[in-house]
């Protein structure tokens, strides 16, 4: 399932690394959901690249990431569910390694692999950390999964059976899918393997890039993390909740600085420090924070 809102320049790539895995009708749907965007003609794309093969189906007006995403889940027919963003991709075999993983592991709710992060132009960024050397269920991974975000919907297959007893997203727009991987892992063992079998798209045009823009990806990370807390053993909250603040205020300096080598725009990169300090603050924290703004300063001189 392909939902879509406004990347109508990646929606071609994204359905020809679906079609080139082979999949017949009988044994895989492929449906793009339009939210009603307006940057492409979305059908006449997926006509012409999909030939027939692949469904369309259009909101009749814009309802939001997280009511298109329920949609895909509620028009998908087939028991093992994958959310593919239309500008993101996977790379060959992705479904024939899921499939291996649910066959193996007939427990787990959901299955997912290493990716890589890429750019506007489909340059490799960097390759996701390992999470386990091999194959299998991973152990802790509430507690692991409940600290920060490590997965990304082109990634991960989820069986239709858990979403639906589990229900949809919630919350935000940005970090909605860290507190659905949360509460999966609560109820249902996770497989995984390291091998690196799809891509995620980073740009400043996505939902998700327009909120690092003004620091309120960080805004939603923490309502995210507060919803996280429901899902985890009572004597871990806290330690997890400090965990995952300390991490995200390192990670917001962080964004702050790529922000800044790329946009030069020193309202950006003071939105992220804010937003970053309303998270935690230390002494670390403050040095980071130091280093950027002598960056910025002398660059500017």
């Known amino acids: 399932m392909i939902p879509v809102y406004n990347c109508g320049q990646f929606i071609a790539e ?42 369309y189906f259009k909101q009749p007006n814009n309802v939001g990431s997280l009511k298109n995403f329920t ?25 024939d390694k899921i ?21 506007e132009n489909g340059t490799k960024l960097q390759d996701k950390s ?8 991973l152990k802790n991974w509430l507690l692991t999964i409940g600290e920060r975000q490590r997965i990304q919907y082109a990634a991960i297959t989820v069986r239709r059976a858990v979403y639906e007893q589990l229900g949809g997203f919630l919350g935000p727009n940005y970090g909605e899918d860290w507190e659905m991987w949360v509460r999966i892992a609560k109820h249902y063992p996770i ?9 995620y798209r980073m740009h400043t045009s996505s939902i998700s890039g327009k909120k690092f823009l003004t620091g309120e990806h960080l805004q939603d990370l923490y309502y995210v993390m507060l919803l996280i807390q429901k899902h985890l053993p009572q004597d871990k909250k806290q330690s997890i909740l400090n965990k995952s603040r300390k991490y995200y205020a390192s990670y917001g300096i962080k964004v702050a600085e790529k922000l800044w080598n790329t946009l030069h ?15 935690h603050s230390s002494l670390k ?3 980071l924070i130091g280093i950027l ?9």
């Open 130 to 137: 390992v999470e386990m050397a091999q194959e299998g269920i």
């Open 71 to 95: 949609t895909c889940i509620n028009r998908a027919e087939g028991k093992l569910i994958h959310l593919l963003h239309g500008d993101d991709k996977v790379k060959p075999r992705y479904y």
């Open 293 to 301: 703004y002598y960056k910025i300063t002398f660059s500017s001189a």
């Open 265 to 279: 725009d020193k309202q950006v990169v003071k939105a992220q420090i804010r937003q970053s300090l309303n998270l």
């Open 14 to 55: 994204a359905l020809k690394s679906v079609l080139e895995q082979g999949f017949s009708e009988e044994e895989m749907q492929i449906e793009v959901v339009d939210d009603d965007s307006t940057d492409i003609d979305v059908e006449a794309l997926v006509s012409q690249v999909g030939k027939g093969r692949i469904r």
């Open 191 to 199: 497989a995984y393997s390291p091998a690196i079998l799809a891509d």
């Open 99 to 119: 499939l291996e993983l649910f066959k193996k592991y007939p427990q787990a709710g959901a299955a997912f692999t290493r990716y890589s992060c890429i750019d």
């Open 285 to 287: 924290l403050y040095v």
